[in-house]
């Protein structure tokens, strides 16, 4: 039994299907990301053969001649996807395509290169593209930039905001991206940014801080480390020297596991990051302890530092770390993970030392508010920071 949907059904956010007609249907699905999606399926025989054509909505009207012009291809004896017919509502349009407005996730595909390349990360430079993926172009992805507001920017955060508070943020980030690219370039006129957090969203949604605890990694009590460093030496594996390097030098785990070979300099005892999580260059001084777990490392002395075992090309897995500690040291995660022995460090040093906060903060690459106190990165420094390290070096060190 076939009925024309209502303009109810057609915008309806419950998961269903419709048979407007014959090999028509209206299909309303939820993703895994917990997203609306909506489509058309065009199904029928051609030669004997089933075929389909999908097509993505746009507005009711526009939908319905689009389908129209798939079955009079079909009663012409033309199969509809070997032929380049429209698809969109704007192939369908009295303007031509050229001359109608960018939808948003065109705007945002024109960006994702640029915005890539500019990217101070050293590892998932391009993480937007993947959550514009999931999470936006479902929804609002085919909304004409000059049409584009606040309530469609609410459709996508709301639903997430209590429960991927995080990924929510970013996600505004995002949008305001191509929101200002499409400014730049002219897309659009200029105007604030309906993903912008003052005098805008804050009256539609709570604080992050209300919704979102932040967890600190569980880091493991100072006291107990020298016994793990001479653990993880005595092992002398790949991770195990991975790992004990990580705990030594305070640097990110995500931060060693990329270090090269052609950044270590043995004579200057230095160890030069082209970029870190806060993509600037840093220095990292080596110690003897140092110095001593890089020697140890066999095999060539190009490409990674601390490869996997298997592959000699390819740096430890994300997540080496945490299995090690957990099926080599018998360290659940709840205790103890990879990230959380700079904390172990900063406690050590606060707690038994008399460097300063700055100082020591510094020394984990944690970056400094005052931008005085950041400016510290300077070669005439390293020699503190290198005394900073020693001494927690010299801690670890004791039971090995």
């Known amino acids: 039994m076939y009925k024309p949907i209502t303009i109810s059904q057609y915008k ?14 209206f299909i309303i ?6 997203n609306i999606t909506r489509r058309w399926e065009f199904r029928y025989q051609f030669k004997n053969k089933r075929r389909k054509r999908t097509l993505v909505p746009t507005t009711l009207e526009n939908d319905r001649k689009i389908l129209q012009q798939w079955r009079e291809l079909l009663a012409a004896g033309i199969d509809p996807l070997e032929v380049k017919s429209a698809t969109r509502a704007a192939d369908v349009m009295d303007n031509p395509p050229e001359q109608r407005d960018k939808t948003f996730k ?15 990360a050293r590892r998932g430079a391009s993480q937007h593209i993947q959550r514009l993926t999931d999470y936006v172009y479902p929804l609002v992805g085919n909304v004409p930039i000059t049409e584009f507001d606040r309530s469609h920017v609410l459709s996508v955060i709301k639903p997430l905001w209590a429960t991927k508070n995080r990924t929510c943020e970013k996600l505004l980030s995002d949008i305001t991206y191509v929101w200002n690219y499409a400014i730049s ?40 480390v020298p016994e793990l460093c001479a653990s993880l030496w005595e092992t002398s594996s790949n991770t195990s020297m991975f790992l004990l390097f990580t705990i030594l030098c305070g640097i990110r785990n995500g931060t060693v596991r990329q270090a090269e070979w052609n950044e270590i300099d043995f004579k200057q005892r230095i ?28 095999g060539k002395r190009t490409g ?76 005439e420094n390293i020699s503190r920071r290198l005394e900073t390290l020693q001494v927690w070096n010299d801690f670890c060190w004791s039971r090995v």
Request: aromatic letters at 8%; a positive charge.
């Open 271 to 298: 160890w030069s990051i082209p970029k870190t999580k806060n993509g600037q260059p840093w220095s990292v001084p080596l110690t003897e302890q140092m110095i001593k777990v890089l020697k140890r490392m066999t």
């Open 304 to 379: 990674y530092v601390f490869t996997q075992e298997r592959d000699d090309r390819k740096p430890v897995s994300e997540n080496a770390g945490n299995v090690h500690l957990k099926k080599v040291c018998g360290i659940d995660p709840s205790y103890a993970v990879t990230h959380g022995f700079r904390a172990s460090l900063s406690s050590y040093l606060n707690n038994e030392t008399r460097f300063s906060t700055a100082r020591i903060e510094q020394t984990i690459e944690h970056k400094m508010k005052d931008k005085i106190e950041a400016a510290y990165n300077r070669s």
């Open 29 to 34: 699905e939820s993703t895994k990301a917990g």
């Open 106 to 120: 065109e705007i945002a595909q024109g960006c994702e290169d640029i915005r890539t390349q500019n990217s101070t």
């Open 12 to 25: 309806s956010s419950k998961v269903s299907s419709f048979n407007e007609a014959k090999n028509t249907r």
């Open 185 to 224: 370039n002219g897309f659009r006129e200029p105007a604030m940014s309906p993903a912008q957090w003052k005098g805008n969203l804050e009256f539609d949604l709570p604080k992050s801080s209300v919704v979102h605890e932040v967890r600190h990694f569980p880091s493991m009590p100072y006291e107990e």
